[in-house]
């Protein structure tokens, strides 16, 4: 079967780093995917991985672990308008994305 | 400004009602899809069409119906409305190109059935 999984809700600092992460088990993979989506707010797109390793974009990067089935975000210098949903996502071998329920970011001053 | 518009913003509907859910997208893009997201869960994807012409039923199919009969358009018809489909509604689309396929999203519909 495929499933993803994200922790629900996190908190941090204004300033600080921050990772979030996501793993998934999928016989048939074709990237991961990462959006923001603020309350009220479409899905926008971060990132995409393919390949093992880090991508990185300004104060977001993204790892991806093919053999562990397993990614992460990570954002650093954290703002307050980060507080926002972020979502994981695979591509599965049809091409379709399978998406985790988000997790909720609140950042304090 | 291009991107994905949807129509209406929200809606509340009476159970037992037709209602049909507008998509454009001024992209050009070939593949569309429609989402439902639900507190705790992921978003689900309802139909998708790679192509004008053609269609295909994704994750939670049933009591919804679609048709894509130009590149622009997408629009989600609910057939008889039931309360379980009290939802925020997405349309995405993207090029269709494969696994760097990145999908864009409309702004969303707030649909409350009672």
């Known amino acids: 079967g495929q499933n993803i999984d994200q922790p629900t809700e996190m908190t941090a600092t204004e300033g600080a780093i921050v990772q979030i992460n996501c793993t998934y088990q999928?016989?048939?993979?074709?990237?991961l995917f990462w959006y923001q989506q603020h309350a009220g707010e479409a899905p926008t797109f971060l990132s995409y991985?393919?390949l093992d390793g880090l991508e990185e974009k300004g104060r977001f990067s993204s790892f991806l672990s093919r053999s562990k089935g397993y990614s992460y975000l990570l954002l650093k210098e954290l703002q307050m308008k980060d507080s926002a949903s972020y979502l994981c996502?695979?591509?599965?071998?049809?091409?379709?994305?399978?998406w985790g329920a988000g997790t909720k970011l609140i950042i304090k001053p | 400004i291009a991107g994905i518009t949807q129509a209406p913003t929200s809606q509340i509907l009476a159970a037992g009602r037709r209602m049909t859910l507008r998509c454009t997208q001024d992209?050009?893009?070939?593949?569309m899809y429609w989402y439902r997201q639900d507190l705790g869960l992921g978003l689900r994807l309802i139909h998708y069409?790679?192509?004008?012409?053609?269609?295909g039923k994704g994750e939670v199919p049933d009591g919804y119906s679609v048709s894509r009969a130009n590149t622009d358009d997408f629009p989600l018809t609910l057939a008889s409305a039931v309360p379980s489909q009290t939802s925020v509604y997405f349309c995405?689309?993207?090029?269709?190109?494969?696994?760097?396929?990145?999908?864009?999203f409309g702004p969303g519909t707030r649909l409350t059935v009672l």
């Open positions: 996502a695979f591509m599965d071998s049809n091409y379709q994305l399978i």
């Open positions: 991985n393919v």
């Open positions: 069409s790679n192509t004008a012409g053609t269609t």
């Open positions: 995405a689309s993207s090029d269709g190109g494969g696994s760097t396929d990145t999908q864009y």
């Open positions: 999928t016989s048939g993979f074709n990237g």
């Open positions: 992209m050009r893009h070939n593949a």
